[in-house]
């Protein structure tokens, strides 16, 4: 047996004989200053930037291995990172069931940032105060970077957060800015700040989290306005944009067997309190794109060494994201995350194997989606959703559930569906009524709500922040009774936060309600209505 804590150096043979590749670098000895720290030390990154990092130590153009700052669960740092000694063993799961297995040891150091760990705080405030530092990454989920409700205001911590100061945040993006007034007033150092989380424009949104903090900390007199003007200036502060895509889920009981089996002792997954499933070891797909706008004021590692990883300018990296994200993946994922939840799936794997689904995503990728978006090039979009619908969705090695892509839908659609929709507005050839298959969808969305399965059986909701300001909309509802759709709808469908448009002034409001009072007709109604769709208005795709 192997532990991924043994001397990968003197002990080759060792993980040689469990099938396990090992670095030739003794990250020991890479001691040059931290240039990179990646904020959410979950999967996403254990997975793809630390194997990016790992290559740069192995080539030599990286000098010393990231740091990485854990904001959501304390335990993360303990059970994933400090018990294994920073190391990571990742496990590509390709489709005809080879698992290919390599360790990393590209994590320099991993700590909690959060002021209830003032260790890990001064830390990375001493970091970011160092003119080494080139780049921030985040992998901490969209919803990391919200600081406003449904309805645009901020919310009440932020306004604490900006009352407070510098000194005392609470919230990410304020403790984000804390450490870049500290790298201000240390000698206006540049830096990048580097969104690799899986949404459009990813980017500015961080931008405008970062400096609506830093602006309200300035009208209220706790920073100077000069520390404004320098995260305004893209000579001295940059927020590339970036395309981020690798399927990454929760640790797989397949994958944990198969090591055992292999002779790895740290197999097993554990349940920290916080709810997230970590494990020495993370899974992931073979197929995997980081397309990164090329902005770096104070210079970047050689990230376009890297296979995988392409490094452009703005407007390609824009195309690329909204190719992937509002056509070509991001919807598909949310048709099978609302549809799966509903219809008793545990597995995407499986839910893509049922025709009805697998049509239902092709309709929406091949025939509405792909007739509008701009092909960016570097990646073709056709052949983008050929290899998604045929190879990355339907790997069984890959355990994603729709319920783990259903979190946080809400703040998803206006990406996933809104930039389509405008499209079809934009267009004086096409109208947002052809569309057939997206507000199915969107009806489909306002169904699983409800919380109960097509089965009339009551089931959990996926984490979400708009289900407690959403769920009572729908709560008395019951399945087979008649009852007033629009009453019930209205305020969520004409909310343009969540959809991006007020859905009744584009004219698809109306054909919503419509699919949700089949979808609410009676038990089965929700798998009923998505064939009475298909067999209605699918086309035939070559």
């Not at 690799?196 to 100077?224: C, H, M, R, Y």
């Amino acid at each position: 047996m192997v532990k991924i804590t043994d001397d990968y150096l003197n002990n080759q043979q060792e993980f040689a004989d469990a099938g396990i590749k090992v670095p030739t670098y003794d990250i020991k000895q890479k001691t040059g200053a931290t240039k990179w720290v990646h904020f959410g030390g979950g999967n996403l990154f254990r997975a793809f930037h630390a194997a990016i990092a790992d290559r740069l130590l192995e080539s030599g153009d990286l000098d010393a291995g990231v740091v990485v700052a854990e904001t959501h669960d304390k335990d993360v740092v303990q059970d994933a990172y400090k018990k294994f000694n920073d190391k990571i063993l990742r496990v590509i799961t390709h489709e005809d069931g080879n698992f290919e297995k390599e360790l990393f040891a590209s994590v320099a150091d991993a700590l909690f940032f959060d002021q209830s760990n003032p260790d890990g705080w001064n830390k990375l405030f001493k970091i970011f105060e160092n003119p080494a530092l080139q780049l921030a990454t985040f992998s901490i989920t969209e919803k990391g970077y919200n600081l406003w409700d449904s309805k645009g205001n901020l919310l009440p911590a932020i306004e604490d957060d900006i009352k407070n100061g510098p000194e005392a945040p609470k919230n990410n993006m304020a403790s984000l800015t804390a450490l870049m007034f500290a790298r201000f007033k240390a000698g206006k150092y540049p830096m990048a700040l580097l969104s690799t989380d899986n949404f459009s424009q990813n980017g500015e949104k961080l931008e405008k989290s970062v400096l609506t903090i830093a602006e309200g900390w300035e009208e209220n007199g706790l920073v100077p306005e000069a520390f404004v003007d320098y995260l305004k200036d893209d000579h001295k502060v940059s927020f590339p944009l970036s395309m981020i895509d690798r399927i990454t889920p929760n640790p797989s009981e397949a994958v944990s067997e198969k090591l055992k089996a292999d002779g790895f002792e740290d197999y097993q997954i554990f349940h920290t309190p916080g709810h997230t499933n970590i494990a020495a070891f993370t899974n992931t797909e073979e197929v995997h794109y980081l397309v990164i706008e090329d902005d770096f004021p104070n210079g970047r590692p050689a990230l376009d060494k890297v296979a995988g990883v392409t490094l452009t300018d703005r407007d390609t990296v824009n195309d690329a994201d909204e190719m992937k994200v509002t056509t070509c993946l991001n919807p598909l994922h949310t048709a099978l995350a609302v549809n799966g939840s509903l219809l008793g799936f545990d597995s995407i794997a499986k839910e893509v194997s049922d025709p009805d689904m697998l049509n239902l995503i092709k309709q929406i990728g091949y025939v509405e989606g792909l007739p509008v978006v701009k092909d960016p090039k570097v990646i073709n979009p056709k052949t983008f959703i050929d290899q998604l619908v045929n190879k990355r969705l339907p790997n069984p090695y890959i355990p994603d559930m729709p319920q783990r892509i259903a979190a946080d839908t809400s703040q998803k659609l206006s990406i996933r569906y809104g930039v389509t929709i405008q499209h079809y507005i934009d267009d004086p050839k096409r109208d947002p009524k052809d569309l057939h298959f997206i507000p199915l969808v969107l009806a489909t969305w306002c169904r699983y709500l409800m919380a109960i399965d097509d089965q009339g059986k009551p089931f959990e909701p996926s984490r979400d922040p708009l289900l407690s300001e959403l769920q009572p909309k729908v709560q008395d509802i019951k399945l087979g009774e008649k009852t007033d759709v629009h009453a019930h709808l209205k305020d969520i469908l004409s909310n343009q936060k969540i959809f991006g448009h007020d859905l009744y002034e584009i004219g698809l409001g109306d054909v919503v309600e419509g699919y949700f009072t089949s979808q609410i007709s009676g038990v089965g109604a929700v798998r009923k209505t998505l064939e009475d769709t298909l067999s209605k208005y699918a086309k035939q795709i070559n």
